[in-house]
């Protein structure tokens, strides 16, 4: 979970300084920054309440079993960056990078103080709190690989 709320605190850093832009989003990226953090904050906040459509449970407790699987133990992953999440509302394209942000780490707060279990991911079947909290970091990272380090260089591979 540490590595989630670093994310979304290093997206705030990158605000306060100036560098809440394009410049984050992965190359050919389909989404503007502010739908992209709308996404992200979907996920998160889905992921304490419910998402609304899930693939077949067939699905989840086979093949998105074991794509969960490889993602955890490879720390990264890959998916297509402009797929929506099933039956969500539509991303706004002209919503502010900085309310989407805020919508963001209001979901990373939601996330980070739950402590009862969590619904079923729609494509990995059950997660664990733990488990939640290392793919929505990936995600995150995969969305945003220009995200600062520490250090200032962005963040990619991590």
Same mark, same amino acid.
């Given at each position: 979970?540490?590595?989630?709320?670093?994310?979304?605190?290093?997206?705030?850093?990158?605000?306060?300084?100036?560098?809440?832009?394009?410049?984050?989003?992965?190359? +050919?990226?389909?989404?503007?920054?502010?739908?992209?953090?709308?996404?992200?904050?979907?996920?998160?906040?889905?992921?304490?309440?419910?998402?609304?459509?899930?693939?077949?449970?067939?699905?989840?407790?086979?093949? +998105?079993?074991?794509?969960?699987?490889?993602?955890?133990?490879?720390?990264?992953?890959?998916?297509? #960056? *402009?797929?929506?999440?099933?039956? &969500?509302?539509?991303? *706004?394209?002209? #919503?502010?990078?900085?309310? &989407?942000?805020?919508?963001?780490?209001?979901?990373?707060?939601?996330?980070?103080?739950?402590?009862?279990?969590?619904?079923?991911?729609?494509?990995?079947?059950?997660?664990?709190?733990?488990?939640?909290?290392?793919?929505?970091?990936?995600?995150?990272?995969?969305? #945003?690989? +220009?995200?600062? +380090?520490?250090?200032?260089?962005?963040?990619?591979?991590?």
């Amino acid at each position: 979970m540490a590595e989630l709320q670093y994310l979304a605190a290093r997206l705030s850093q990158a605000w306060r300084a100036g560098a809440l832009d394009e410049r984050l989003l992965a190359p +050919g990226a389909g989404w503007n920054l502010s739908q992209t953090l709308q996404h992200c904050a979907q996920t998160v906040s889905y992921s304490v309440t419910g998402y609304p459509r899930l693939r077949p449970r067939l699905f989840r407790l086979t093949a +998105g079993r074991l794509v969960k699987t490889v993602f955890l133990r490879r720390a990264a992953m890959r998916h297509p #960056l *402009d797929a929506e999440i099933a039956g &969500a509302p539509a991303l *706004d394209r002209a #919503l502010p990078p900085a309310a &989407a942000l805020d919508l963001l780490i209001d979901a990373v707060t939601v996330f980070s103080a739950h402590t009862g279990e969590h619904p079923p991911h729609p494509a990995y079947g059950p997660c664990t709190h733990a488990e939640y909290a290392a793919l929505h970091a990936m995600h995150l990272a995969e969305h #945003l690989p +220009g995200l600062p +380090g520490p250090d200032g260089p962005p963040s990619a591979g991590r």
